[in-house]
């Protein structure tokens, strides 16, 4: 090592500099690879997989979370949160406040922790009321809490002689909470003979008063469906008006067409 000292203090002053400038230059480039080296290693921890909960399937929003409605998926840790779920347990019970689409991670700030309780899934504003259904009303008893429905009014109209029986739509994507006991969407098909609606309170008064005074069928919405249409009250009339012109199809299907005199065939 001395000799290496001594034959440097006896080189020339250009030589000197160049071993110096290769020198920091190995060292600079040895401290870059180690910096490298470290970020990489950090990245790659980074992206690791690390197993997550997510949406099995389209989860409505006010409905209970079952096992079956989640499942295991793999995430970048980076991505990875304290809200993120990785056991079922802490699920266990809660109410997805939002909905969430099939492959969502499940996240706890999007989730209730009183999904036994009727009021937590009760929209801010609303109010809950139950009506009663049989298997022809509640659409084969698939309806299922966070579906959007439309409530249908079948009544008598006229006095005397003119009485006949009307069809109106009384509400429009009115959002359904519970069927029967149940908060939780999984058993569709299951029978019950309540849904409860989340309204307001005049619709509330509504579907009272319609309640007892005839009767009230659902029909089931697409999923996410909340357009309100204007709709113009059924009566007799009008399905002896279809049936006329179902007739009136049938018959002008059935007719040969009309050959003009330049020999093009026509329909009259």
């Known amino acids: ?3 290496l000292i001594e034959r440097f203090k006896t080189m020339k002053m250009e030589n000197k500099l160049l071993i110096l400038a290769l020198v920091c230059g190995l060292l600079a480039a040895l401290t870059g690879y180690a910096f490298i080296t ?3 290693a950090g990245l790659m921890k980074s992206m690791e997989p690390v197993r997550v909960l997510v949406a099995a399937k389209y989860i409505n929003p006010k409905t209970q979370i079952n096992e079956d409605m989640v499942r295991e998926a793999e995430m970048p840790a980076k991505f990875v949160t304290s809200a993120n779920v990785k056991d079922y347990k802490k699920l266990k019970g809660r109410m997805a406040m939002v909905p969430f689409i099939e492959g969502e991670p499940i996240l706890l700030n999007k989730v209730s922790e009183k999904a ?3 009021s937590a899934a009760v929209p801010t504003g ?3 009321i139950a009506v009663s259904v049989d ?15 439309d409530a249908l009014l079948t009544y008598q109209q ?7 029986n009307v069809t109106a739509t009384i509400l429009q994507a009115a959002q359904v909470v519970a069927v029967g006991t149940e908060f939780s969407g999984s058993d569709t098909g299951k029978k019950y003979n309540t849904l409860t609606l989340a309204v307001t309170p005049e619709e509330a008064e509504l579907i009272i008063f319609a309640n007892s005074h005839g009767r009230v069928s659902f029909a089931l919405r697409p999923v996410g469906e909340t357009t309100k249409e204007k709709i113009r009250v059924m009566a007799i009339d009008d399905l002896l008006k279809q049936i ?3 007739e009136k199809g049938e018959d002008d299907a059935a007719k040969p067409p009309a050959v003009a005199a330049d020999g ?3 329909r009259e």
Do not use: C, F, W
């Not at 298997?135 to 429905?149: A, F, L």
């Not at 006229?158 to 006949?164: A, D, K, M």
């Open 1 to 3: 090592m001395n000799k």
């Open 38 to 40: 470290l970020k990489e």
């Open 116 to 118: 036994d309780e009727l």
């Open 126 to 128: 609303l109010r809950a």
């Open 135 to 149: 298997e022809e009303s509640s659409v084969g008893y698939m309806i299922k809490p966070g579906d959007n429905v």
């Open 158 to 164: 006229g006095e005397g002689r003119q009485v006949h």
């Open 244 to 246: 006329k012109t179902n």
């Open 264 to 266: 093009i065939r026509t």
